[in-house]
């Protein structure tokens, strides 16, 4: 490890090495600072957001901290992101939440462009199950907006993060008269007014944000934040419509709604508007357009190329078109990171509709099967088949890295020895076993994992990898002493020592019950 390290990063790692070993910083901001974690016991990744430290010693700033954390962690639901731990030691004030493998909905829009409708709507009534369950609880968040909506990678999952300045069973009344919390473009009205707000008020924001995400720009922009707030509350917000002609009219007609001065004007509850939002997904929004124009084109081909074997005319030169067609749209799937998995659910979709279509019209029985003929193909082995040497010669699909799916003793044991071949050579020469200590705590820890143990045991010896990989590293940066490193040294081969006579022990046991 040679890139710097901060004193935060160093110091909350001390404090947590053996139940969190922290990988990289994330990012930061005025309120936190965010890392990416492992959790050792578990061997999951995690987040931890720490308070700055020089903010740690106001009390106004550490209690709003800590606010999130325990206004956050009531929350229970798969569209808001969990909070694991909350723990303030000193200066050093954190809490361990979910880690959301993705991207923001403001560097989404940023990356890549408004949203298309098909996935806004997703997201917007995913968001608004979010909201709907915090509203629920007496929760308003306040200050709802892109950056605080984040867009898991694998599954497109919106998840609902930052309650640092929601309002809990204060809901209905201001903090204080004219007191204004929130962030200026997505403000609602009254909450712009420092009047007392609601689940509406919350909507509102829901409704500038997606405004963002389907054009690209705010509903009101201006050269501060005073001029932006008079518009939210003296102008009426642009049409969605008219901004970007292709959105439906309907999803446009919702977000406009949304942004309606008056809050009773807009949706009252977030669960109406997820409602609405279900509503308009609708068919068209049951698959992504590429995977509906396979689906359509993998049915109208197999019914023709069955009629025309039927006729005894052979696949012929139209058949030989509709196949070539077929392998095009698989390969333009296959390499912007489809799977088989996800070709076979909008197969399964389309399915339900036409099963759906067939029983308002009273089909016969017999038709109903022939015309599934073609679903049974496509979603079984001879679709899988089709779609394996479709992608033949197709490169993987470049991702950005992930956390590493690797152990987290493996990880820091690596770590550790990449920092100790940076050492000069003396030192080296001094710590000569340092090598042969860390191999003997991962296997430990490994043999401890492969029998359930992961208490206090494991704790020990992931910490002791720790507390070496961290020696390193600050006498890399200058920050520590040979003598460190030998105390640190000394204690990593007691608890190896340790580890060992536990497996061993615990081997004897097994070999007796045997």
């Given at each position: 490890?040679?890139?710097?390290?901060?004193?935060e990063?160093l110091a909350l790692?001390e404090?947590?090495?053996?139940?969190?070993?922290?990988e990289?910083?994330?990012?930061?901001g005025?309120m936190?600072?965010?890392l990416l974690?492992?959790?050792v016991?578990l061997?999951?990744p995690?987040?931890i957001?720490l308070?700055p430290?020089?903010l740690?010693?106001h009390l106004?700033?550490?209690?709003r901290?800590?606010?999130e954390a325990?206004?956050a962690?009531?929350?229970?639901?798969?569209n808001?992101v969990?909070?694991?731990?909350?723990?303030a030691?000193g200066?050093l004030v954190?809490?361990?939440?979910?880690?959301v493998?993705?991207?923001?909905?403001?560097?989404r829009?940023?990356?890549?462009?408004?949203?298309?409708?098909?996935l806004?709507?997703?997201?917007?009534?995913?968001?608004?199950?979010?909201l709907?369950?915090a509203?629920?609880r007496g929760?308003?968040h306040?200050d709802?907006?892109p950056d605080?909506?984040?867009?898991?990678?694998?599954?497109?999952?919106a998840?609902?993060?930052?309650f640092?300045?929601?309002l809990?069973s204060r809901?209905?009344?201001?903090?204080?008269?004219g007191?204004?919390t929130?962030t200026?473009?997505?403000?609602?009205?009254e909450?712009?007014c420092?009047?007392?707000?609601d689940?509406r008020?919350d909507?509102?924001?829901l409704?500038?944000?997606?405004f963002?995400?389907?054009t690209g720009?705010?509903?009101?922009?201006?050269?501060?934040?005073?001029?932006?707030?008079t518009k939210h509350?003296?102008?009426i917000a642009?049409?969605v419509?008219a901004?970007r002609?292709?959105?439906p009219?309907k999803l446009?007609?919702?977000?406009?709604?949304?942004l309606?001065?008056a809050?009773p004007e807009?949706?009252?509850?977030?669960?109406?508007l997820?409602?609405?939002a279900?509503e308009l997904r609708?068919?068209?929004?049951?698959?992504?357009?590429?995977?509906?124009?396979f689906?359509r084109?993998?049915q109208?081909?197999t019914?023709v190329?069955l009629?025309?074997?039927?006729?005894?005319?052979?696949?012929g030169?139209?058949g030989?078109?509709?196949?070539?067609?077929l392998?095009?749209?698989?390969r333009?799937?296959?390499?912007?990171g489809y799977t088989f998995d996800?070709?076979?659910?909008?197969l399964?979709?389309?399915r339900?509709?036409?099963?759906?279509?067939?029983?308002?019209v009273?089909q016969?029985?017999?038709?109903?099967?022939?015309?599934?003929?073609?679903?049974?193909?496509?979603?079984g082995r001879?679709?899988?088949?089709?779609?394996?040497?479709?992608?033949?010669?197709?490169k993987?699909t470049?991702?950005?890295?992930?956390?590493s799916?690797?152990r987290?003793?493996l990880?820091?044991?690596?770590s550790?020895?990449?920092?100790y071949?940076?050492?000069?050579?003396?030192e080296?020469?001094q710590?000569?076993d340092?090598?042969a200590?860390?191999?003997?705590?991962e296997?430990g820890?490994?043999?401890?994992?492969?029998?359930?143990?992961?208490?206090?045991?494991l704790?020990e010896?992931v910490?002791a990898?720790?507390h070496?990989?961290?020696?390193?590293?600050k006498?890399?940066?200058?920050?520590?002493?040979?003598?460190?490193?030998?105390?640190v040294?000394e204690?990593?081969?007691?608890i190896?020592?340790h580890?060992?006579r536990?497996?061993?022990?615990?081997?004897?046991?097994?070999?007796?019950l045997?």
């Amino acid at each position: 490890m040679t890139a710097p390290i901060s004193a935060e990063f160093l110091a909350l790692q001390e404090l947590l090495a053996g139940r969190y070993s922290i990988e990289r910083e994330l990012g930061r901001g005025g309120m936190g600072i965010v890392l990416l974690a492992r959790d050792v016991a578990l061997d999951r990744p995690v987040a931890i957001k720490l308070l700055p430290p020089h903010l740690a010693t106001h009390l106004d700033e550490r209690d709003r901290f800590l606010q999130e954390a325990r206004t956050a962690a009531g929350l229970a639901h798969p569209n808001i992101v969990p909070i694991h731990l909350v723990e303030a030691h000193g200066d050093l004030v954190f809490f361990v939440m979910g880690f959301v493998d993705g991207e923001t909905l403001r560097e989404r829009v940023e990356r890549a462009g408004p949203l298309p409708p098909r996935l806004a709507v997703k997201l917007l009534q995913e968001v608004a199950w979010a909201l709907g369950a915090a509203h629920q609880r007496g929760v308003i968040h306040r200050d709802v907006k892109p950056d605080n909506i984040m867009i898991e990678r694998a599954t497109e999952r919106a998840v609902v993060t930052d309650f640092g300045i929601a309002l809990g069973s204060r809901a209905g009344k201001a903090e204080s008269p004219g007191l204004v919390t929130g962030t200026a473009r997505y403000m609602s009205p009254e909450q712009a007014c420092g009047e007392p707000v609601d689940a509406r008020s919350d909507l509102y924001s829901l409704g500038a944000t997606f405004f963002y995400a389907l054009t690209g720009r705010a509903p009101f922009e201006a050269g501060n934040a005073p001029a932006i707030i008079t518009k939210h509350v003296y102008e009426i917000a642009p049409l969605v419509h008219a901004l970007r002609p292709e959105v439906p009219a309907k999803l446009g007609a919702v977000v406009d709604r949304l942004l309606r001065k008056a809050p009773p004007e807009r949706f009252q509850t977030a669960d109406d508007l997820a409602r609405v939002a279900g509503e308009l997904r609708g068919r068209d929004f049951r698959a992504p357009p590429l995977l509906r124009a396979f689906v359509r084109n993998a049915q109208v081909s197999t019914l023709v190329l069955l009629a025309s074997v039927l006729a005894g005319k052979g696949m012929g030169i139209i058949g030989a078109i509709l196949i070539f067609q077929l392998v095009a749209v698989a390969r333009r799937l296959l390499k912007d990171g489809y799977t088989f998995d996800d070709i076979r659910a909008a197969l399964l979709a389309e399915r339900q509709v036409q099963q759906e279509e067939a029983e308002v019209v009273k089909q016969r029985k017999w038709f109903r099967r022939l015309d599934s003929l073609w679903y049974r193909i496509w979603a079984g082995r001879a679709g899988r088949s089709f779609f394996w040497l479709a992608g033949w010669g197709l490169k993987a699909t470049a991702r950005a890295a992930l956390p590493s799916i690797e152990r987290t003793e493996l990880v820091l044991g690596r770590s550790a020895l990449s920092a100790y071949q940076a050492l000069p050579d003396a030192e080296r020469r001094q710590a000569r076993d340092l090598p042969a200590v860390i191999e003997r705590l991962e296997t430990g820890a490994e043999a401890l994992r492969a029998r359930g143990d992961t208490g206090e045991s494991l704790t020990e010896a992931v910490a002791a990898l720790e507390h070496l990989r961290l020696a390193l590293v600050k006498r890399q940066s200058g920050m520590g002493s040979p003598s460190d490193l030998t105390l640190v040294l000394e204690r990593a081969r007691a608890i190896g020592d340790h580890v060992d006579r536990r497996i061993a022990a615990a081997a004897e046991v097994q070999a007796l019950l045997e």
